[in-house]
């Protein structure tokens, strides 16, 4: 319903069947000259897909993995010196990491040698290093010598209301329209009820108003919960909770504060996957098989009852980070082949697809581009897909196998600087008063958090969350305020200014 990223319903079934087939094959692996073999002494060649020798290899990922949490820290640090941020920039690279980073850990912590991807994982995890720092760079452009505004007073009040149950309703509408355009329109729309709470919650902050902050930490629960008791998924609940959170990374005054709940919301986060992840088949089953609302709860509660804190020594902990946060593998794995000739780079055509995804498909209802990225997975891995599943691309590996590494750099530097750019609008546009013009910064903004999607899946994103904010705009500056009509200045207001 987010539209953040989508679920990968079967993942864990086609992983279990890619694995199989290539350890029967015994696929080789051909050294990617410019990363791999710089990162290891050992002949490339000698690996498979198989168990590797996990012995010396144990901690050949710790550098790559050590830049992405620098990077994250780094933006985090650069974001909360300028101020002037909604830390949109933090949500899209945590929520990169996420996927990356714990897949990467695993096999660091692997020394049983039980996960089978771990050449394809190292290859991945620096291409995802490398990554985030160029991420980190154009977001810090982006930020670079910001004057700050000069704060004007609004209703914002009515405002979070307005955004918080025009958004919920959004939601819900979008959920069982799916009229082409109009429905993705009112998905990327509805997210308006997260900027409600970000604004509320950084208010809270500010004039120490713990009861208001308590209040709408209850409101930001009410979507996890209900994606989880209605869909049977944790992770569209999980990105909203990471956009919203990283919003109130900002104006916290103590380092120590940032540190601490940085790492506490890591642990209790990966004890609630691996909990998830142990009982998902039964919440889903719940679920999916049209049972009562309190079989649903039940099922649920059964994983809270049951959440245990991460163990290196648990080989079901490992495999669990592995199959579902290891975007790595992918990755690593499409570039090996590129690097044995078995595929071409594909030269810019994901990114022309990605244009023309901007074209709305109820103006060209057969047009060729469709979300989900299996095809373009399918091609660069070799693997077995299945039609009826969303598989993503992820923007390390949509970005390396279109130019290699200069797509990688280049594609990163871009992403950073036009997020953090419509992170920095929209802060100016709450600061300032201008709160119809936050639509056409936020939503755009949250459109680009797909780290796990593709370009079309981004820019078709993009595009209905622009037309989505004219209509928001359009709906505020006509919603009745208390004690006096819209004035004409008001309702004439400039569109915001260009990018």
């Not at 977001?139 to 405002?159: E, S």
Request: hydrophobic fraction near 55%; charged fraction near 15%; glycine fraction near 10%.
């Amino acid at each position: 319903m987010l539209g953040i990223a989508h679920e990968r319903r079967s993942l864990r079934a086609a992983t279990e069947i890619i694995e199989t087939k290539v350890r029967a094959r015994a696929i080789p692996v051909a050294p990617y000259s410019d990363v791999y073999s710089s990162v290891t002494s050992r002949n490339p060649h000698n690996y498979s897909i198989g168990h590797a020798d996990a012995g010396p290899l144990d901690f050949v990922m710790l550098v790559p993995v050590t830049v992405c949490l620098a990077a994250l820290v780094a933006l985090v640090y650069i974001l909360r010196v300028s101020g002037i941020s909604l830390g949109l920039p933090i949500a899209y690279l945590a929520s990169l990491l996420l996927i990356h980073v714990p897949g990467a850990v695993a096999y660091m912590l692997d020394s049983e040698g039980v996960l089978p991807s771990r050449v394809f994982t190292q290859i991945g995890i620096v291409f995802t290093a490398i990554g985030a720092v160029c991420f980190v760079v154009g977001v810090g452009l982006a930020h670079f010598k910001v004057q700050q505004p000069v704060p004007v007073a609004a209703n914002r009040t009515l405002f979070n209301r307005f955004c918080l149950l025009g958004g919920w309703l959004v939601t819900t509408v979008a959920a069982v329209l799916s009229i082409p355009s109009i429905g993705a329109a009112l998905q990327r729309g509805g997210v308006v009820w997260m900027l409600a709470i970000i604004l509320a919650l950084r208010s809270a902050l500010r004039s120490k108003d713990w009861a208001m902050g308590g209040k709408w930490l209850i409101a930001l629960a009410v979507y996890p919960i209900l994606m989880l008791l209605i869909g049977g998924f944790l992770s569209y609940g999980i990105a909203a909770v990471m956009i919203v959170l990283s919003a109130v990374m900002i104006p916290v005054r103590s380092n120590l504060r940032i540190a601490g709940g940085t790492i506490l919301a890591t642990i209790l986060g990966i004890s609630v996957f691996l909990s998830y992840f142990e009982h998902r088949s039964e919440i889903r089953r719940a679920v999916w098989g049209g049972a009562g609302v309190d079989t649903r709860i039940e099922a649920s509660m059964g994983a809270v009852k049951d959440i245990s804190f991460f163990s290196a020594r648990n080989p079901a902990h490992l495999q669990a980070l592995d199959l579902r946060l290891n975007q790595n593998y992918f990755a690593g794995l499409a570039a090996s082949r590129i690097e044995a000739g078995k595929v071409d780079y594909l030269k810019g055509r994901s990114l022309w697809e990605g244009f023309l995804a901007f074209v709305p498909r109820a103006l060209w209802p057969d047009k060729p581009v469709i979300a989900g990225s299996p095809k373009i997975v399918s091609e660069m891995t070799g693997l077995t897909l299945s039609k009826g599943t969303s598989f993503g691309v992820g923007n390390v590996m949509e970005f390396q196998i279109n130019f290699g590494i200069p797509g990688l750099i280049i594609g990163f530097l871009l992403l950073g600087f036009i997020l953090g750019r419509l992170d920095r609008l929209a802060a100016i546009a709450d600061l300032t008063g201008k709160l119809e013009q936050i639509f056409f910064y936020f939503i755009p903004a949250v459109a680009l958090i797909q780290p796990n999607g593709s370009i079309v899946e981004m820019a078709s994103g993009a595009a209905a969350a622009v037309a989505a904010a004219f209509a928001w705009r359009w709906a505020w500056l006509r919603w009745p305020k208390p004690g006096s009509r819209l004035s004409f200045a008001l309702r004439h207001r400039p569109l915001p200014q260009s990018l």
